[in-house]
Every structure is written in structure tokens, then in C-alpha cells.
């Protein structure tokens, strides 16, 4: 019997199926988008002039610069060498800024002065937090595949907690931005288990509808986010509010089974039946143990060599290991127990280069990748530096994101 056979004998998206689905869509993807884009309003520049002197007027000190829509504005980075005087000479602000309060209130640039020539700073704290995604994408891909999808989830939820409440206290900036490092890096030890788990749940004919909804919950924290930020005008403040719901996350996380996919492809036949059991359970159904036998566990995909021809074979989804029959016999169990490594095959970056098949989709993929970021960031985190208002302006970015995730999903079953 094929795993996806069962999925569809305990009730594919049934109302236990979807429990823990829903489940899995809020702890991985709602609050992860905050993080991410946390940096728009805590990291936001307000307007800002060289501290004035008490003793001069600030058309005497600051000169007058014109901004992009041809609007006389004071200077935001230089002021007069001699207030007052003859002279026009102008240099750096001397005494420090004065920042405006509207519209973001106390953000990481107003405490540490992250403007002028140290403009680029608040920036490069996202940069750096993306290359920690980077980091976290290689490290815990290979770890959720070796000791499963649930411990790397229930780790990386209270890691991700600890640490953003540990970002709202940073002292320096240098600080601020080595815990946003890990703090990426910790991103990805929830998110992929999020999506492999969601994947490795569904039949294929589910998954697009499945993955949709998985990704308006990412869209639904885009929302929300804006909403806090608008009311919650500290940076500190609003740091804590986003990561204490981490610790809530990691308490229901203990709650979602493993996945039983995971669990056959290292040989746990057993706890993978009690899974699909449970499930079963909570969709009003039964199923006949005998008919999960482990020698009958098979798992649907493309094996080694015919993805290499594009026939329509099979292949563990997840953990790279070719399934054609996963357990010759029940002793298999026994050996997973002793040397799990042995059942789940050697699970690693080269896998995906293995064949020439193989390396084509992994380029194509990673290209992709790439492309859609690039331009999903690139508007995403500068929406707040369009016209506007900064707040409905990324509040509109999380809106568009439902309908055109529906769109994708309809559309790839359309042209399949």
C-alpha cells in the first residue's frame, strides 16, 4: 500500500488532518513574517536635522537642502560651520540629531544614530539576518531529515523566542546585529519543517491547496504586523511583542505528531502507524492495522535513475532515499533503531547533484529562488519608503500576497 493510499483511507484533509495542519501554518509561517520584516518600523530612518544650538534658530544653524519632489526641506546631515555668520560653510552635524516622533516613534536608528554616513547600517542588519537564513537553510534541511521534523521545530521555536526577546534588550548595535545573525538562522528551523512536514501530509493532488493556505498565513502576519508596529511605537517594546508568542508555539508544537512519512523512511513503522492512526481517530474513521503492514509501506516519487529518464517511479519525499519497497521485513525496524542512518541513506547537499536529471531541476530551482526573492524583498521591505502611508502601505503588500497565492495554486493545476 502506498503512504498516500493511506493518507486517503484515515481522510485526506480531514477535520483532524486540517487540525494539525492549521496548527503547523500558525507556529511556522504567522509570526515568522514578523520577524523578517520587523526591520521596516524598529530599523524605519524618521526625518531628522543636526541638533540646533540653544542660542540660534534653526534657519540660522541647519541649511536648506530641496528633496526629491522639489520641496525646500532643512538638511538632514550637515548645519553651518558658523551659525549666524557671514559665511555659507557647511559641515556634519556636531552636536548630534534631532529625530521626528511620526511616524515610527523610537526605532534602532534614533537610539544609535544610524544616519549620514552610517545610513546603511539599519540595512545591513537585514542583510545579515538573510545570510543567516542562507546558513540556517543548510544546516537544519540536514538535521530535520537526520533526528525528524518535530524536534528541529520544537528546538527552533524556543531558540527563535529566546532570541528575539534577547534582540529587544541589545546594548549596541554590534549586538543587535549578531543576535539577528542567529536569529536567521533559527528562521529556517522552523520554517522548512513547516513546509516539508505540509508536503509530506497531503497527496499530491492536496499539496497545492495546502501549500497555498500555508502561505497566507505568511501573508496574514504581513497584516497584522503593520497593525502592531502602528500602535506600538517603541522599538524595544515592540521586539518582545512579537517573539513572546514563540514560547506559546513552542508548547503546541509538542502537540503535532511526526511526520509519518519521515518516520517510515528511517524504519519507525510503528510510531508512523500510531500516527496514521490517530489521525483516523480525529477524522471519525477507522483503519485496519493489517493493511499497514511495514514490508507494504511505499512511498510515491521519482527513484534515482528514473528521474534521470522521467519515468514515474518512486522516491522518498524529503529525505532523498530511494523507496521502492522501504522494508524488505519488520526487522528493518530493529536496524533503524541501532544505525537510523542506514535506513534513511546518505541525505546530503550532493544528492541533489547526483544526476544529470536532477541537477538540471536543482539549478532551475535555485535560480528561481533567487529571481523571486530578490524582487519579493526588494518591493516587500522598501514598501514602507514608498508615497504614502508606510503602514497601509506594507498592509496592502500582505493583502496582495492572498489572492495571488490562490491564483499560483489554480493556475499550477490548471497548466499540470
Known amino acids: 500500500m502506498e503512504i498516500d493510499d493511506i493518507i486517503r483511507s484515515v481522510g485526506d484533509f480531514g477535520r483532524g488532518h486540517m487540525f494539525i495542519f492549521v496548527c503547523i501554518c500558525l507556529i511556522t509561517q504567522f509570526t515568522a513574517s514578523w520577524h523578517i520584516f520587523a526591520i521596516t518600523f524598529i530599523g524605519a530612518s524618521p526625518s531628522h536635522h543636526c541638533t540646533v544650538h540653544t542660542a540660534f534658530e534653526i534657519d540660522e544653524y541647519i541649511p536648506v537642502d530641496v528633496?526629491?519632489?522639489?520641496?525646500?526641506?532643512?538638511?538632514?546631515?550637515?548645519?553651518?560651520?558658523?551659525?549666524?555668520?557671514?559665511?555659507?560653510?557647511?559641515?556634519?552635524?556636531?552636536?548630534?540629531?534631532?529625530?521626528?516622533?511620526?511616524?515610527?516613534?523610537?526605532?534602532?536608528?534614533?537610539?544609535?544614530?544610524?544616519?549620514?554616513?552610517?545610513?546603511?547600517?539599519?540595512?545591513?542588519?537585514?542583510s545579515v539576518m538573510m545570510f543567516g537564513v542562507i546558513v540556517g537553510a543548510f544546516i537544519f534541511g540536514y538535521i530535520s531529515d537526520r533526528v525528524g521534523r518535530k524536534r528541529v521545530l520544537t528546538v527552533a521555536l524556543l531558540c527563535q523566542g529566546c532570541l528575539g526577546v534577547l534582540e529587544a534588550f541589545s546594548p549596541t548595535y554590534i549586538f543587535f546585529v549578531i543576535v539577528r545573525f542567529f536569529m536567521g538562522i533559527f528562521d529556517q528551523g522552523y520554517q522548512l519543517p513547516g513546509y516539508t512536514m505540509t508536503s509530506e501530509m497531503f497527496t499530491p493532488k492536496r499539496r497545492p491547496y495546502a501549500f497555498t493556505m500555508l502561505l497566507n498565513f505568511w501573508a496574514a502576519g504581513i497584516l497584522t504586523f503593520p497593525i502592531l508596529a502602528f500602535f506600538i511605537q517603541d522599538w524595544r517594546t515592540l521586539q518582545i511583542v512579537i517573539s513572546v508568542p514563540f514560547f506559546l508555539f513552542h508548547l503546541i508544537a509538542w502537540f503535532i505528531p511526526e511526520s509519518p512519512r519521515w518516520l517510515i523512511s528511517v524504519g519507525r513503522y510503528k510510531e508512523a502507524t500510531n500516527v496514521f492512526a490517530k489521525i483516523a481517530r480525529l477524522n471519525g474513521r477507522k483503519i485496519d492495522p493489517m493493511t499497514m503492514k511495514p514490508q507494504q509501506f511505499v512511498d510515491n516519487g521519482i527513484d534515482n535513475k528514473a528521474f534521470d529518464n522521467c519515468d514515474e517511479n518512486v522516491t522518498n519525499v524529503g529525505s532523498g532515499r530511494t523507496i521502492n519497497t522501504i522494508s524488505q521485513d519488520t526487522n528493518d525496524e530493529e536496524k533503524a533503531q541501532e544505525n537510523p542512518k542506514s535506513i534513511a541513506g546518505n541525505n546530503t547537499f550532493i544528492y541533489l547533484f547526483r544526476t544529470r536529471r536532477m541537477t538540471q531541476v536543482t539549478i532551475v530551482m535555485m535560480v528561481l529562488w533567487f529571481v523571486s526573492s530578490l524582487a519579493y524583498y526588494g518591493v516587500s521591505l522598501n514598501s514602507v519608503e514608498l508615497a504614502g502611508d508606510p503602514y497601509l502601505n506594507l498592509f496592502l503588500c500582505g493583502a496582495v500576497e492572498i489572492p495571488s497565492h490562490w491564483l499560483s495554486a489554480f493556475l499550477s493545476i490548471w497548466y499540470e
Open 67 to 126: 528633496d526629491n519632489e522639489g520641496e525646500a526641506i532643512f538638511s538632514s546631515c550637515t548645519q553651518y560651520t558658523q551659525p549666524g555668520g557671514p559665511s555659507n560653510a557647511t559641515s556634519v552635524c556636531q552636536n548630534g540629531w534631532t529625530y521626528s516622533e511620526t511616524p515610527y516613534g523610537t526605532t534602532i536608528v534614533t537610539e544609535w544614530d544610524l544616519v549620514c554616513d552610517r545610513g546603511h547600517l539599519s540595512a545591513f542588519s537585514q
